[in-house]
């Protein structure tokens, strides 16, 4: 059966009548003709009802589109899907709208109350031909005689051929992609992810910090117009849990943060099951409602409130009573707490100042309009029929009031009442003010003994509290939340890139309240103790001495870095303790201690045999490679020295304390500091005498390590009466002289290979050149090291003896006569 549109059927009637009536046959009187054109009408009126009955609810790909008299329906009526013209306007939207509320009545409810969602808002069709179809892309499309309208459609991510658009019953318009038995294989796209003013159940209000795409609605800029307007409502773009409201870009109120099921400004949550949804994704609000309640949604209005059929509202920050959460409106002076503007219908008599048609302007924007001009004193609409544009008048005209007028006009109003009001309320405030100075004297006076007994005591502890948590908020990121190691018997992770925590109870325990007999030592950072957990692991715990010439910089650097550094040649640490005064670090525990225990003990520099220490040199210099080049960040440790060279069971070395390690920017190759630091007879000369920091200071303390390790002496003791050199000033002399292996441990057995050590001593000599360009890189002096092959250059006069050097031309610098070199400088002004 043929199916007819009713356009088309009213044009058949027409047209018909008109044939009928010029035909003038001579067989056919008027009432024939007016029986035949009844019959007719009841036939395709008839027909236009079948029409009707055969209202769908989707639309395919390759189906007749949806055209400008019809419409789609969900399933159970709830929401129609079609093209309206709201108030006097004459463009054509298409939009979602409730069918039939329940309980209300089509008829008595405004098309904009009913209206939930609108495709094309900002770009209406000019008449009746438009279409909505599913172009052979998959994609929704709009199409007029004037072409293609932009909607919201255009958004649809991917194209499909099998492609159906239907109308849902909680009013979501769902583009899908369906497999060949008509089952859905993805949803392609929604107006849910698209809203416009109007949010209903399901839908969701947010940001998706993911995707960057944000759920928010948007108000109209009338209630004739679908435009978009001024006001916006939707997540917090800065992550916090909270929604604003935004009047052109600026935050106009606020929700208050999430907690507890309900929002800090709102004083219930209104109706409705509300759910926050916030993680790393996204942050969002949805609700639900019961499945009695058909009809209930929340709608931004062009004034910026939040109001909802059968609901409350909320973000009114109108100028008499703003709700809790508005943001204080910023006007000038001329308005004062006295002026007001009220409604009216009438005249004005004279013109007022017209904004252009640019100036599409919303009722409230032009109320912003006047109130910033201090010589505007009413203001209203341009079009009475869509509720925009802009028209104010100053001083110079009057308002004349008449009921023939359509005109609503806001009129600029003083009441005089209201500001003696103010005044007397303003007075009453200053007249009480001495009498809170007075208590507030009393109050102050009978505590102020009671304070002053507290006072140091309380201040003491709050500091300490304030330092703590300062400290632990600094290291969030490389620490792991406290508590998590709070016990003592807990198993270490040995595969962790995160500090835990310990608390002091159990650190305590280990060290049986620091006894003397687990005190392995004491260095710059303060006493090291040895300490052993319930479940037998052995751990090392160095306690910040408040004595110490290091501190807070020192441990927060160490535990900042040594989370980032991975390497088997650099210490582990486990741990720390933040508690109060007490700055603990826990380390994995060398049986073998430091380097120098060994080195420099005469009877336990025996068990150090060539291999052991060419193994030792190989670590050390492994680990300042990672150091320099490899690791994450690029990494000057600044006090490199035996005494930071620990020994695990097998003598395998691994670098510690790096309290005073320096961090660079890849690029970057020197800087130049006033806080030196590090140690006497390490430190480089450029670094102690004018502060210039570099990879080559370490390079410099290397070499120093290097003839340490292969003499068993320390740098800072004195060798040769005659001319009291330290030892790079011996190693130098005796490299002069030809007889280097003089320079060799007399605890070395005869087996020793010379001709490694003689490369040792070249190497380090190299290392302590004086200029830091002379000196080779790290990835040099493991290749030195490792490789015979490579033919290594003559070392110049090494800085730091106490000889004048008559090759150079100028004055080296004289080391003092020290006998230890444990002692670490933390604050050194640079000259």
């Known amino acids: 059966m043929l199916v007819l549109s009713p356009p088309i059927i009213a044009r058949i009637l027409k047209r018909l009548s008109r044939c009928l009536n010029n035909a003038k046959l001579p067989f056919m009187s008027t009432e024939t003709r007016n029986s035949v054109i009844l019959t007719l009408s009841c036939y395709l009126f008839l027909n236009s009802a079948i029409y009707a009955g055969a209202e769908r609810d989707s639309i395919s790909r390759g189906q007749q589109p ?72 998959g994609k929704l499309k709009i199409n007029s005689r004037g072409g293609d309208i932009t909607s919201v459609f255009n958004s649809a991510p991917v194209a499909s051929i099998n492609a159906t658009a239907t109308l849902l019953d909680n009013g979501n318009f769902v583009l899908r992609e369906l497999n060949p038995d008509g089952s859905v294989n993805q949803t392609l796209w929604q107006s849910f992810d698209y809203p416009t003013d109007t949010i209903l159940p399901g839908m969701r209000m947010g940001i998706n910090f993911k995707t960057g795409h944000q759920w928010s609605l948007t108000g109209w800029i009338s209630k004739e117009l679908p435009s978009a307007g ?3 409502i939707g997540g917090d ?41 916030s993680n790393e994704n996204e942050k969002y609000l949805t609700y639900s409602v019961n499945e009695n309640v058909s009809f209930l949604y929340y709608r931004i209005d062009p004034s910026g409130i939040v109001m909802g059929i059968v609901l409350g509202s909320f973000g009114d920050c109108s100028f008499l009573k703003p709700d809790e959460g508005c943001v204080k409106k910023t006007l000038p002076d001329c308005r004062k707490p006295d002026y007001w503007f009220e409604s009216r219908v009438g005249y004005m008599l004279g013109d007022g100042y017209r904004f252009g048609e640019s100036y599409n302007l919303s009722i409230f924007e032009c109320q912003d309009k006047c109130e910033q001009n201090c010589s505007c004193v009413a203001y209203a609409s341009r079009t009475t029929q869509y509720g925009t544009g802009c028209e104010i008048w100053n001083k110079e005209t009057n308002f ?28 009453k405030l200053a007249a009480r003010k001495w009498w809170i100075w007075l208590i507030t004297a009393f109050c102050g006076t009978t505590l102020l003994a009671f304070t002053i007994f ?14 703590t948590r300062m400290l632990l908020n600094e290291l969030e990121d490389t620490i792991t939340s406290p508590g998590k190691y709070n016990q003592p018997n ?12 310990f608390s002091f109870e159990s650190i305590a325990m280990a060290t049986n309240n620091f006894a003397d007999e687990n005190k392995l030592g004491e260095g710059g950072f303060g006493p090291v103790y040895k300490g052993t957990l319930p479940c037998g692991q052995e751990i090392a715990i160095k306690r910040l001495s408040r004595s110490s010439g290091q501190g807070m910089r020192e441990f927060k650097n160490e535990i900042q870095l040594i989370a980032k550094l991975q390497h088997t040649n650099l210490v582990r640490l486990l741990g720390c303790c933040i508690q109060g005064e007490e700055k603990i670090l826990v380390y994995e525990y060398m049986p073998n201690k430091s380097l120098d225990f060994f080195l420099f003990n005469w009877n336990r520099g025996e068990l150090l045999n060539w291999t052991d220490r060419m193994n030792i040199i190989g670590g050390v210099a492994q680990g300042l490679l990672y150091l320099h080049k490899y690791s994450r960040l690029r990494v000057i440790h600044r006090d490199l020295k035996a005494s930071n060279i620990l020994l695990d069971h097998d003598m395998n070395p691994k670098i510690s304390d790096f309290g005073l ?36 200071s370490d390079v410099f303390s290397f070499g120093v390590l290097l003839l340490e390790i292969v003499s068993g002496k320390r740098n800072h003791n004195c060798y040769r009466s005659e001319h009291p050199f330290n030892l790079i000033g011996l190693a130098w002399e005796l490299w002069m002289e030809g007889r280097v292996l003089e320079l060799m441990d007399s605890r070395l057995d005869d087996s020793s290979p010379k001709d490694q050590i003689m490369r040792c001593i070249n190497v380090g000599l190299l290392c302590v050149q004086d200029r830091p360009e002379d000196r080779p890189s790290m990835t040099d002096v493991v290749s030195m090291l490792t490789n015979n092959t490579v033919q ?25 006569n020290y006998c230890s070199n444990i002692l670490s400088i933390s604050i050194m002004e640079a000259r």
């Open 230 to 232: 001024s006001f916006t």
């Open 66 to 137: 949806l055209r400008d008299w019809e419409s789609l329906s969900s399933a159970n009526k709830v929401f129609k899907l079609k093209y309206f013209s709201p108030g006097n306007t004459k463009g054509r939207y298409l939009g979602i709208c409730y069918n039939t509320p329940p309980d209300y009545g089509e008829a008595n409810l405004p098309l904009y109350d009913r209206t939930v969602w609108v495709a094309n808002r900002n770009n209406p069709i000019a008449d009746a031909s438009g279409s909505l179809l599913i172009d052979t892309d």
């Open 237 to 277: 773009p800065n992550g916090t849990n909270q929604l604003i409201i935004w009047y052109k870009g600026n935050v106009y109120w606020t929700t208050g943060i999430w907690s507890n099921g309900r929002f800090a400004n709102l004083a219930k949550l209104l109706d409705g099951d509300f759910t926050f949804i």
């Open 454 to 467: 507290c006072f140091f005591n309380v201040r003491l502890k709050g500091m300490v509290r304030a330092k």
């Open 490 to 501: 807990d198993t270490m992770d040995k595969k962790m890139s995160q500090v835990n925590t």
């Open 792 to 816: 290594l250059p003559a070392p110049k006069q090494p800085s730091f003896f106490t000889e004048s050097s008559s090759h150079e031309g100028k004055s080296e610098i004289a080391t003092e």
């Open 400 to 427: 004349y009031a008449s009921g023939y007028a359509d005109r609503e006009i806001f009129v600029l109003k003083r009441d005089a009442g209201r500001e003696s009001t103010y005044v007397r309320e303003k007075h």
């Open 661 to 696: 390690a320096r961090i660079f920017e890849v690029q970057q190759t020197e800087a130049n500091t006033r806080r030196i630091v590090g140690t006497y007879g390490y430190m480089s000369p450029e670094y102690a005498i004018k502060g210039i920091v570099s990879m080559k």
